[in-house]
Each structure stands twice: as C-alpha cells, then as structure tokens.
C-alpha cells in the first residue's frame, strides 16, 4: 500500500471549514483514498473513501487532485465535537484490502 | 454503535494470567482485525482474518493467539503477558473493500 504524509497537528475554529491536507505520491491506479478519525480512547470512525472523483457525503468532502497524488479532506463548519485525530490511508481492495494508519493529524477545533 | 461489540471494555490481568477478548459483529462482513495501540503511538495491525483464514499476522509475539470461528466471531487468547502489552486492542470488521467498522476496544492492563 502506499504511504501517506499528513501534518502533525492543526487548528480550526469552531464553525469554520477544515480542510486536512495528505499526500500519496506514490498511490497506484487501483488504490482508494480512505479516511478516519478517532476521538481519544475510542475505536476509529470511518469518514469517507473515493478513487479519483471528488466525493461527499453528510460528514465531510473529499477532494482528489487530478494527478491523485494528494487529497484534501473537508469538514465544512466545524465543531467541536470533530476534535480528533484524522488518518489518510491508501489501500486497494480485494484479498488485500487492509488499513495501515500511520501518525494521523491531530485537528483542534477552538471556541 | 458501529455494530462491532467487543468485551470486555476493561482488563486487569496479572502476568501469569490467560484471559480471552471477544469480538462479535453481525454485519455480514467477512474480513476481521485485531489492532493494537499503545499510549501515544499510531494503531498497529497485528492479525488478519479474511472469510475466516488468517491471511495476515504481523509479526505478533505466540503469546497473542487468534482464533475466528465463524465470519461472527473473533477471540485474541493472551498468556504470560508482558507489562509493555498494556495497551487498547481494537477490533474491526469490513467487506474486502469499503468502510471498516471497529469496536470501541479493550483496554488492557498487565500488571
């Protein structure tokens, strides 16, 4: 699967949009872009997935470059409730289909 | 509710000790995961079940032993643990491809 680089840390306010950033230089053509978060001492939430179209659903928007070599996740007015670690993974599917999470991006949403 | 039920939530267990953790869902799903993630430190994949064969054991330690019965049911059977193996051990169930959907965890302290 290919690796994924995400900032250590962010900081939004309540509100405003966030917008996660990831990079995947290395993503193959049959690899999916999935991300998750997780609120401290509880099991990762699944958030969204897309291949190469731009995708959204009730919780957030995922952004994919043409190129796919980097996405954006997007919560658009965020609370703080969405303060959480935000993991990228790449992974295809099939007998294969695993998660690896690496360091994630702990976001911090202010009042 | 993620669908995923692990128990117990909380273990004491003493290094002599064997004890079981338990991991049920009832999503149809046929792939099964135990991660492990120690404090400050990202989740680590430790075993793979897909249509109940282990297809993936990472470099596990024999005293961390699993056991899928059934596309239902997953078991992590600890023996002559380590304090360093305190820890929250996640479950997590999906189709082989698409969202994962993981439990809220046991956490796990070896005294």
């Known amino acids: 699967d290919a690796k994924t680089t995400q900032p250590p840390s962010m900081d939004c306010a309540e509100g405003r949009a966030a917008n996660l950033p990831c990079n995947h230089s290395t993503i193959s053509g049959n690899e999916y872009v999935y991300w998750y978060r997780q609120i401290h001492s509880q099991g990762p939430q699944y958030i969204i997935h897309g291949l190469k179209n731009n995708e959204t659903n009730e919780m957030a928007s995922l952004i994919i470059t043409e190129d796919r070599k980097s996405s954006t996740l997007i919560l658009p007015h965020a609370t703080l409730r969405d303060t959480a670690v935000y993991y990228c993974i790449v992974t295809s599917g099939g007998s294969n289909y695993k998660l690896t999470f690496g360091k994630g991006t702990l976001l911090t949403v202010n009042p | 509710e993620t669908g995923v039920t692990q128990t117990p939530r909380h273990l004491v267990m003493g290094m002599t000790n064997k004890k079981s953790l338990k991991c049920e869902q009832h999503l149809g799903h046929n792939a099964m995961y135990w991660y492990k993630q120690s404090a400050k430190k990202p989740l680590e994949l430790m075993f793979v079940?897909?249509?109940?064969?282990?297809?993936e054991n990472n470099s596990v330690p024999s005293r961390f032993s699993p056991e899928c019965p059934n596309s239902s049911h997953l078991f992590l059977h600890l023996h002559t643990l380590q304090p360093e193996d305190s820890a929250l051990y996640l479950c997590a169930s999906s189709r082989t491809q698409g969202e994962a959907f993981f439990g809220q965890g046991t956490r796990l302290t070896v005294v």
């Open positions: 079940y897909s249509l109940e064969e282990r297809v």
